[in-house]
């Protein structure tokens, strides 16, 4: 073997340690790795909780799929697929057993066993944790968490046991098909217990987190950046090529968009509604547009005045042109909504509400004249509020609209601008007017978005309460067959239009810059569940 060939030999060995072979994430073949590991995340706002019963904020979720694994998961894809449970089992879709991986560890060494899910979801449930997604173990229908969440019965009463340390048992009051779906969610992700009691509220502080993920949190300084690094004890470490995945909170699109083209971060948050075009030009290598189930509305507090009059909630919908804010405004490729509930939704098969099938110019004429029933016009003008958190993509949308209902009905809007944390406090107790809202769907099935609006939930920051809107859902949820579940679905939209406790302006994509230089995305998930596990760093 001649010296040339040789050195040639090593070269080849030497550069293969950095190609793919042994990672069972879906890297094409000849894709040669960085020796550096490391992605950097813009995260839009500071990530205001990390402890999934106390979160309720979508960036707070993205953060938290690094860091705990629940029983379920989705891949790349959207398809479900086994997450701290192996596999699991149901004989009438109301009683299911989960069994446990029994090399799922903690990243303390802890092993994770059926009394952690135990211990988390009544912890959920606990009115004393005062979760804003506790709601959510109702709307999955587990025995007895309606009286939980009430006060009426203990936690401890909770329809979950543990058969033994690897297999969990979970009690339905009704046949729910799409259970195991509703598991990706964030809020029923596991806690340590031990963590918690030593250091209560501060245990997601850094130092003090303890997660079953693929990551753990390294350093959290605030509203400067969040460092997570690999969890060499996660069950699928081995699958997991990043070492470090540091998340920075710029709520400024053009700011972040600046700091992408610096060099300084890896995947934007967002990018900015009025440079998307350009980008999309200039830069269409980093411009990357993935489905989104998600739904941008504004919310009317509908038990104050004027709101408490649907006329005005009707005449404000119906002035709103729609195709001007997804053309012009946003213009990624949003869809104009006229329903809550996208209709890429799995299951979903609702028609449109009449007003969308009429002219714009129709739509504001029937506006003019239900704005005047309720006493309203040009020379007597209605006077609104309307509330956003800071985001200029936000500020934009909301200028745009008042402008259009100015023109069209002689309304006068003021616009109010919180940061995102005490807005979403004034969501919460109640304190406005109209609100700017998004909502993106916990699992892919209808009843994530139309729960939404039952009286009973704690999420319904309209405090829209209808009956015969409660009834059609539980309805659904009841269903024996898919036919009549899509029905029930159809009717909600129909009184939800007909109420218009919410103004539907569009459905979602999800348009970030992304370096050429990261693999595995995008993500085909209409959950926007985008796991930094699945990512890598090429060599450039």
Known sequence: MSLLFQRMRWSLLLLCMFCVSSYAVDVPVGTVLAKKQELVRGIGAEVPSLDPHKSEAMNSSIVIRDLLEGLTSEDENGNLIPGAASHWHTEDNRTFLFYLRPDAVWSNGDPVTAHDFVYSWRRLADPLTASPYGWYLEMTTIKYAADVLAGKLKPNKLGITAIDNLTLKIELTESLPYFPKMLVHTSVKPVHQATIQKHGDRWTRSGNFVGN??????????????????????????????????????????????????????????????????????????????????????????????????????????????????????????????????DKTADMQADLPEYATWSQDERNEKARQLLAQAGYDKNNPLEIELLYNTSENHKKIATAIRQLWKQTLGVRVSLVNEEWKTFLDTRRFGTYQLTRSGWCGDYNEPSTFLTLLLSNNSSNDMHYKNAEYDAVINKALKAKNLASRRQSYADAEAILARDMPIIPIYHYVNARLVKKKVGGYPLNNALDIMPSKYMYIKAE
């Open 213 to 342: 993920g693929a990551f753990v949190l390294n350093e959290w300084v605030v509203n400067e950046r969040m460092v997570l690094i690999k969890n060499h004890k996660y069950m699928d470490a081995k699958k997991t090529i990043l070492n470090k995945v540091t998340y920075l909170p710029i709520e400024n699109q053009v700011a972040e968009m600046n700091r992408f083209f610096a060099g300084e971060i890896d995947i934007s948050y967002e990018v900015p509604n009025e440079h998307f075009k350009r980008l999309a030009k200039e830069h269409s290598d980093s411009v990357v547009i993935t489905p989104m189930l998600c739904s941008y509305y504004y919310g009317v507090r509908v038990d104050n005045p004027p709101f408490d009059d649907v006329r005005i909630r009707k005449a404000l919908a119906y002035a709103l042109d729609r195709d001007i804010i997804t053309h012009y405004i946003t213009g990624k490729g949003e869809t104009p909504a006229y329903y809550f509930t996208p």
